[in-house]
Nanobody, 121 residues
Framework: VQLVESGGGLVQPGGSLRLSCAAS????????IGWFRQAPGREREGVAC????????FYADSAKGRFTISSDGAKNTFYLEMNSLKPGDTAVYYC???????????????WGQGTQVTVSS
């Protein structure tokens, strides 16, 4: 199983980024892909998740209205579109895969290596 994130970088407040998660090696049917983030000195928190079958989505309050999670089944790639970024969104962002729906850290079996997002002027 492999999850590889990309798309992080430095962006000004109010800007946008699209993170990608290329997935391979697990049964994509009836799985859940989640995006998480961890800022320095803080616990890792769930941001959004999507089911591979049906495309059901769920967002943390911090992401609602600004972030959009999506998938491209043909490419086995999952995305997190982030708009209206704030300095408080600065963190390492991870994608994760597991069989259960939700944003708890303990429901995911597989994790990527993370990609840094820095929001600063």
């Amino acid at each position: 199983v492999q999850l590889v994130e990309s798309g992080g970088g430095l962006v000004q407040p109010g800007g946008s980024l699209r993170l990608s998660c290329a997935a391979s090696g697990f049964p994509f049917d009836d799985y859940v892909i989640g995006w998480f983030r961890q800022a320095p000195g803080r616990e890792r928190e769930g941001v959004a998740c999507i089911t591979t079958t049906g495309g059901n989505t769920f967002y943390a309050d911090s992401a609602k209205g600004r972030f959009t999670i999506s998938s491209d089944g043909a490419k086995n790639t999952f995305y997190l579109e982030m708009n209206s970024l704030k300095p408080g969104d600065t963190a390492v962002y991870y994608c994760a895969a597991g069989p259960n729906y939700g944003l708890g850290n303990d429901v995911y079996d597989y994790w990527g290596q993370g990609t840094q997002v820095t929001v600063s002027s």
